[in-house]
């Protein structure tokens, strides 16, 4: 079984620039995530999407951040303008149920390392 | 804020030895699950354990939890090399997760 794929895999960027991420989960995976991990902590969820339907978008901060899921399946992850403090590894994840379901264990891409300089 | 804390944030095991790591989090859940982080292999998950269990074995992990206390906790017995890591427990309903334990198994 093919894993979750994500491109590209480093990216360094200067401050108000814009990039952008994609992902391509597993086949049949019904929800992604993406997730922004800065250096030493943990995952941070930035959006949840089921099928082609955001769930959560809560901590995504939306006046830089968007993200979309066309046709349910890829989703790219877009930060225009980016700022310094953007610099961190984005994952993006996917799982075959929903959040606090039986079937919610996630599978995670293996990021892309963003520099903002 | 933070769902899952780990602790201990460091720990540092020779080979053959168990390692215990624990979790606390802080609303009702459905399930709880663990996951291990490393350069390698990146975020691999690890076990899930549901709200109506106690505890739970995959190989050499079990994993125990207690909803009354809203905490869980990681053993990894005989420990190796390979295990060394960052494990994150993550509340499945909020998808939070902590800043997780770092293992170093010395050889």
């Known amino acids: 079984e093919a894993g979750v794929a994500q491109s590209p895999r480093y990216k360094i960027i200067e401050k108000r620039q814009s990039v952008a991420f994609w992902c391509n989960p597993i086949s049949g995976h019904a929800t992604l995530y993406w997730y922004q991990q800065i250096l030493g902590q943990g995952p941070k969820l930035l959006i949840q999407?089921?099928?082609?339907?955001?769930?959560?978008d809560s901590q995504l901060p939306k006046d830089r951040f968007s993200a979309e899921r066309l046709k349910g399946v890829d989703s790219t992850l877009k930060i225009q303008p980016a700022k310094l403090e953007d610099s961190a590894v984005y994952l993006c994840?996917?799982?075959?149920?929903?959040?606090?379901?039986?079937?919610?264990?996630?599978?995670f891409g293996p990021g892309t390392r963003l520099t903002v300089l | 804020s933070q769902q899952g804390e780990e602790d201990p944030q460091a720990l540092s095991i020779q080979e053959g030895e168990n390692a215990t790591m624990n979790c606390s989090y802080k609303t009702s859940i459905n399930n709880l699950q663990w996951y291990r982080q490393n350069s390698g292999r990146g975020l691999v998950h690890l076990i899930l354990?549901?709200?109506?269990?106690r505890e739970k074995h995959s190989g050499r992990l079990r994993v125990t939890l207690d909803t009354s206390k809203k905490s869980s906790s990681l053993l990894i017995t005989a420990s190796r090399a390979a295990d060394t890591a960052s494990y994150f427990c993550?509340?499945?309903?909020?998808?939070?997760f902590g800043t997780g334990t770092r293992l170093q198994v010395f050889p």
């Open positions: 999407f089921q099928n082609n339907g955001v769930v959560d």
């Open positions: 994840a996917s799982s075959p149920g929903l959040a606090g379901g039986l079937r919610s264990e996630q599978f």
């Open positions: 354990i549901r709200s109506n269990e």
């Open positions: 993550a509340t499945s309903d909020k998808l939070i």
